[in-house]
């Protein structure tokens, strides 16, 4: 798994061959763990622009302490919407205390602003412009700075993950394709737990006070069942914020 060829993250991304391409190198690191898909991916685009995102839940945290041990000055994305529980700054600025490269990004318009552009609480009457607003206009002002975007989501988070490659792409603003890598597809929430336990890795507290997947502060609950997302924006029928559309 360590042929390079022609760099899919500088050039090319748009055509049929190099699509083929990335979804046949995506088919060959099914069944390698995290840190295997991980350091491949740091060797396969080394020197191109690579970092990942982080919200700080679980499995965000798990991939942070999963890609500083291949490479311990990756930058970590966050976007900080405004809206976030305490717990969640609090656990960002544990992994910056380990020493972690945590990059914030905030929204354009602030709560204020959108306010009184929109009206107060636009996350209750239109929760998909809210997020459009605070989560996935800031995101799109990341991949712009990136080549290689590392993502935590797993297939068996939602119906709406349970395609995702571990290689795929995400579209910038101008229409540039971006490498989409997901190293922890395939775990289970068992398994971010046991990786998380075992590593004594940071994580947020609300966790353990029942939520299971934590975005902004009104818009997040705990779960009424066994859904692990059925607590984000409960009610709504929304189930992504739209980062993952991109």
């Not at 976030?84 to 020493?99: M, S, Y």
Request: proline share 6%; charged share 25%; hydrophobic share 40%.
């Amino acid at each position: 798994m360590t042929e390079r060829g022609s760099d899919l993250a500088s050039a090319g991304l748009d055509s049929g061959r190099e699509l083929e391409r990335l979804a046949e190198q995506s088919a060959a690191l099914e069944g390698q763990s995290p840190e295997a898909i991980l350091a491949w991916v740091f060797e396969r685009w080394a020197g191109r622009r690579i970092g990942l995102s982080s919200a700080f839940g679980p499995e965000g945290c798990a991939l942070i302490h999963l890609a500083r041990r291949v490479r311990p000055d990756v930058p970590v994305y966050t976007i900080d919407t405004g809206y976030l529980f305490a717990e969640t700054l609090a656990v960002r600025e544990a992994f910056r205390a380990q020493g972690a490269d945590i990059r914030v990004v905030e929204p354009l318009v602030t709560i204020r602003a959108q306010a009184e552009r929109h009206g107060p609480d636009l996350f209750a009457r239109d929760p998909d412009a809210c997020c459009e607003i605070r989560k996935v206009e800031p995101m799109r002002r990341v991949l712009d700075q990136l080549n290689v975007w590392i993502t935590a989501i797993r297939r068996d988070q939602a119906a709406t993950r349970a395609g995702t490659p571990i290689l795929g792409t995400a579209r910038r603003a101008d229409g540039g394709l971006v490498i989409k890598v997901a190293p922890l597809v395939a775990w289970t929430r068992k398994d971010t737990w046991r990786y998380l336990l075992d590593h004594d890795v940071p994580y947020n507290a609300l966790l353990d006070a029942g939520y299971t997947s934590i975005g902004c502060e009104p818009c997040t609950a705990r779960p009424p069942g066994d859904d692990e997302r059925g607590g984000r924006w409960s009610g709504t029928g929304k189930t992504e914020c739209g980062i993952h559309h991109l």
